[in-house]
């Protein structure tokens, strides 16, 4: 009987921990979600979806105001070293899910301005690069739900062929400007959504490395390889 009281707050902790759990995977399939439809509106030239996506981006920041103010509930009970490093890697992995959803709503703004122009033969390449971002978002939710630190480090080194792909496709639409004048308005607006989607990775390893930290504690990762050489492109 002493017990009952002891047992009583674990299970509500776990209970909480486990809905919180829920909500950040919530929160990152509506934005993986988000940059898919921002993708298709890009290939569909549809200003109309892309004005919808711009709207549902308000849904994915206030759940992250909600995870945050759960998060701080978890705090206030008093938890552990292993729990407070779930209750700071969840405030962590929340932000950077909200970031993801206001890169992909970048994305369907910039996509309005792009259909002012003709089409281009490079939406091809942010789409490949678009698909990219989008594995690698939804491998580190699966990551994050089964608390794996191995498969978050695999989706970490995922990174290295986004910012390959970003920086070919970067490469490529600096080509075309120079060789046709017509095409620099456009090609611009290319290049800041390759860029939104490029963050994307980067906020996507940010979770990964938040999953580590939060199975592993402080034990060391090797540096990342980054391969986005786009601030040496002369």
Do not use: C
């Not at 281009?120 to 698909?131: A, D, F, I, K, S």
């Not at 970067?170 to 308005?185: G, H, W």
């Not at 490395?209 to 040496?232: A, C, M, S, Y």
């Amino acid at each position: 009987m002493p017990n009952q009281p002891t047992e009583h707050i674990v299970k509500s902790y776990d209970d909480e921990r486990a809905r919180l759990t829920s909500e950040i995977l919530r929160m990152g399939e509506m934005a993986a979600a988000q940059l898919e439809a921002a993708l298709d509106v890009v290939e569909r030239r549809d200003d109309k979806a892309a004005a919808r996506i711009i709207a549902n981006d308000e849904a994915i920041d206030t759940l992250e105001q909600e995870i945050s103010q759960d998060v701080m509930k978890l705090a206030l009970r008093g938890p552990l070293a292993r729990d407070l490093r779930d209750i700071l890697a969840a405030l962590r992995i929340a932000a950077d899910i909200e970031r993801i959803g206001d890169y992909a709503a970048n994305v369907a703004k910039r996509s309005t301005a792009l259909n002012l122009a003709p089409p281009l033969p490079y939406t091809r390449g942010l789409t490949q690069l678009g698909q990219l971002a989008v594995r690698q978002v939804r491998e580190v939710l699966v990551a994050f739900r089964d608390s794996d630190p191995d498969a978050a480090r695999r989706v970490r080194a995922q990174d290295a062929e986004i910012d390959t792909v970003y920086t070919g496709l970067f490469r490529e639409l600096l080509t075309y400007m120079m060789e046709d004048p017509r095409a620099i308005t456009p090609s611009t607006h290319l290049l800041f959504m390759a860029k939104n989607i490029e963050r994307i990775g980067d906020h996507a390893t940010n979770i990964a490395e938040n999953i580590w930290f939060q199975v592993r504690g402080d034990e060391p990762l090797l540096p990342r390889d980054k391969r986005d050489f786009t601030n040496t492109v002369s």
